[in-house]
């Protein structure tokens, strides 16, 4: 089993949607976990960190699963400036690092 | 500056060469990755730098590639002998903590020819 596995996508949605990417890990023992999003050609940015209460961020949120060991991401009212990949981050306290996993296309269209 | 610095942003040398790709990360980050990213790829993970301890280079494809970082500080990625296959772009990032997000450079784009 792969330490971080996403759905790789695209998952192909029109403006204004409401669209959802999960995120599965493999080590019990994480602590720590985000969402980056990547534009093409860009190198990855912090969309937001994930807490074990869930979070909200105007039109995003995040949650977390510990019993099933995922997170997942919820974007609301989708943008055409949403088309990115996203992409889930576990810290790793075994292995003390943090891993990416290989990240979701979204795209958005009008 | 305040954010993650790499050098060059591109690169282009001859296969058979050897390359050095620079990483200066963000002042008092203890945790510093390479990873690499070919065209329409995810990242894949080469070398993890945490403070003094000994590097995590579980990711590094071939002997070829090695990974420095002088006074826990700036890192320097080597690449020896260079295949086109090690046309990529190499990702530098940083983090305070294992706990804290990373913050990335910009990237070096190496183009093998």
């Known amino acids: 089993r792969k330490e971080v596995e996403q759905d790789p996508g695209p998952f192909n949605v029109p403006e204004g949607a409401t669209v959802a990417f999960n995120c599965t890990y493999s080590?019990?023992?994480?602590?720590?976990f985000f969402w980056y999003r990547q534009d093409c050609r860009k190198e990855p940015k912090l969309l937001m960190s994930?807490?074990?209460s869930g979070n909200e961020d105007g039109r995003f949120t995040a949650q977390l699963n510990r019993a099933s060991q995922y997170i997942s991401l919820l974007i609301r009212d989708s943008k055409l400036s949403d088309s990115a990949t996203y992409l889930c981050?576990?810290?790793?306290?075994?292995?003390?690092?943090?891993?990416f996993g290989t990240g979701t296309r979204l795209l958005v269209s009008p | 500056g305040a954010g993650v610095s790499q050098s060059p942003s591109n690169k282009v040398t001859e296969k058979g060469k050897d390359v050095e790709l620079r990483c200066d990360p963000i002042?008092?980050?203890?945790?510093l990755y390479w990873y690499r990213q070919s065209l329409g790829q995810g990242l894949e993970f080469l070398i993890y730098?945490?403070?003094?301890?000994?590097?995590?280079k579980s990711g590094l494809p071939s002997d070829r590639f090695s990974a420095e970082r002088t006074g826990g500080s700036v890192s320097t990625l080597t690449i020896q002998r260079t295949q086109q296959e090690d046309s990529a772009v190499y990702l530098c990032?940083?983090?305070?903590?294992?706990?804290?997000?990373?913050?990335f450079g910009q990237g070096t784009r190496l183009t093998v020819v």
């Open positions: 730098f945490q403070g003094n301890s000994a590097p995590d």
């Open positions: 981050v576990v810290n790793f306290a075994g292995f003390q690092k943090l891993v």
């Open positions: 990032a940083s983090s305070m903590s294992l706990d804290t997000e990373a913050f």
């Open positions: 002042s008092g980050h203890t945790a």
């Open positions: 080590n019990s023992a994480s602590q720590s």
């Open positions: 994930v807490y074990s």
